[in-house]
C-alpha cells in the first residue's frame, strides 16, 4: 500500500508560481512511476507531467510544456511540480498518482494510488 499526500495549492494570479509537493509513504517501489493530474470543475481528469522513480525522463502535457517542472527527491520519497507562469486555465485540483511499474502514462487509470488533492485556483 502506498500513502501520498499533496500540499501547496493555494490562490495566485495569473502570471505567478506555485509548488506542489506530494509525500510519499507505506510501501515504496524503485521503479513506480509518478504523475500528476488535474481536474477541472465539469472536465474530465487529465495528466499534467510524469516522472519515473528512477533516471531522468518527465513527460509533460502540451498544455503546460515550458512552464511545469516535475522532479523528485528519492530521499525524501517526494515528488513536485513547479508550475510557473500559471494562466487561470490551470485552475483545477491536483492530484497526485503513483503506479507499481516504471513507465509513465498518460491515462488516469493506469494508476494505483491517489492522493487526496490539492485546490489550484489562479485569478485573472
Known amino acids: 500500500q502506498v500513502q501520498l499526500v499533496e500540499s501547496g495549492g493555494g490562490l495566485v494570479q495569473a502570471g505567478g508560481s506555485l509548488r506542489l509537493s506530494c509525500a510519499a509513504s507505506?510501501?515504496?517501489?524503485?521503479?513506480?512511476?509518478m504523475a500528476w493530474f488535474r481536474q477541472a470543475p465539469g472536465k474530465e481528469r487529465e495528466f499534467v507531467a510524469g516522472?519515473?522513480?528512477?533516471?531522468?525522463?518527465?513527460y509533460y502535457a502540451d498544455s503546460v510544456k515550458g512552464r511545469f517542472t516535475i522532479s523528485r527527491d528519492n530521499a525524501k520519497k517526494t515528488v513536485y511540480l513547479q508550475m510557473n507562469s500559471l494562466k487561470p486555465e490551470d485552475t483545477a485540483v491536483y492530484y497526485c498518482?503513483?503506479?507499481?511499474?516504471?513507465?509513465?502514462?498518460?491515462?488516469?487509470?493506469?494508476?494505483?494510488?491517489w492522493g487526496q488533492g490539492t485546490q489550484v485556483t489562479v485569478s485573472s
Open positions: 498518482a503513483a503506479r507499481g511499474a516504471s513507465y509513465v502514462y498518460t491515462t488516469d487509470t493506469s494508476y494505483d494510488y
Open positions: 516522472i519515473r522513480w528512477s533516471g531522468p525522463s518527465t
Open positions: 507505506g510501501r515504496t517501489f524503485s521503479t513506480t512511476a
